[in-house]
T-cell receptor
Framework: DAKTTQPTSMDCAEGRAANLPCNHS???????VYWYRQIHSQGPQYIIH???NNETNEMASLIITEDRKSSTLILPHATLRDTAVYYC?????????????FGKGTKLTVNP | DGGITQSPKYLFRKEGQNVTLSCEQN?????MYWYRQDPGQGLRLIYYSQIVNDFQKGDIAEGYSVSREKKESFPLTVTSAQKNPTAFYLCASSIRGTQETQYFGPGTRLLVL
């Protein structure tokens, strides 16, 4: 799997949009971009994933650049409960036989 | 509600003792995984299973064993051969297919006494 680069930490004011960047310049054509988050002492929670088109669900939006070398996860109205470590993962599904490679992620702190 | 359950939430192991961590899912997923997470670190794959009665070693399988007798269940045994078992253990499952999102359980924290 290709490697990703994320900022170590970010802060966001409650109620504002949180924009979390991820660089994946070596991504290959059949690799998806996945985002997970992990609240302290809990299991990782799936947020969203995409291949090349922008995606939106009830939790977040994922914006992937046209060259697919970077992406941004957007939490439109951050709340205190969104404080977590956010992981950007590039992954090629292979029939259930491979691991997700979690890096250090971005520690997002939402402030009141 | 569909989901993945892990028990117990905390587990204590004495030196030389084997302990088994439970993982159950009712999502009808074929594939299941066990990861280990150490403080401030990412997740490392211990074992995975694509189908009942079949499983494969991950990156750090030494000192661990698993079984997959039922689709819903994938227990992990931490044996006495695992010399540094203190960690946060996470179970996940996914559908086998083109977009295999993995869904995680709440985790079990294992501590050695």
């Amino acid at each position: 799997d290709a490697k990703t680069t994320q900022p170590t930490s970010m802060d966001c004011a409650e109620g504002r949009a949180a924009n979390l960047p991820c660089n994946h310049s070596t991504i290959s054509g059949n690799e998806y971009v996945y985002w997970y988050r992990q609240i302290h002492s809990q299991g990782p929670q799936y947020i969203i994933h995409g291949l090349k088109n922008n995606e939106t669900n009830e939790m977040a939006s994922l914006i992937i650049t046209e060259d697919r070398k970077s992406s941004t996860l957007i939490l439109p109205h951050a709340t205190l409960r969104d404080t977590a470590v956010y992981y950007c993962i590039v992954h090629r599904p292979q029939g259930g036989s491979e691991k997700l490679v979690f890096g250090k992620g971005t520690k997002l702190t939402v402030n009141p | 509600d569909g989901g993945i359950t892990q028990s117990p939430k905390y587990l204590f192991r004495k030196e030389g003792q084997n302990v088994t961590l439970s993982c159950e899912q009712n999502l009808n997923h074929d594939a299941m995984y066990w990861y280990r997470q150490d403080p401030g670190q990412g997740l490392r794959l211990i074992y995975y299973s694509q189908i009942v009665n079949d499983f494969q070693k991950g990156d750090i399988a030494e000192g661990y064993s698993v079984s997959r007798e039922k689709k819903e269940s994938f227990p992990l045994t931490v044996t006495s051969a695992q010399k540094n078992p203190t960690a946060f253990y996470l179970c996940a499952s996914s559908i086998r297919g083109t977009q295999e999102t993995q869904y995680f359980g709440p985790g079990t924290r294992l501590l050695v006494l």
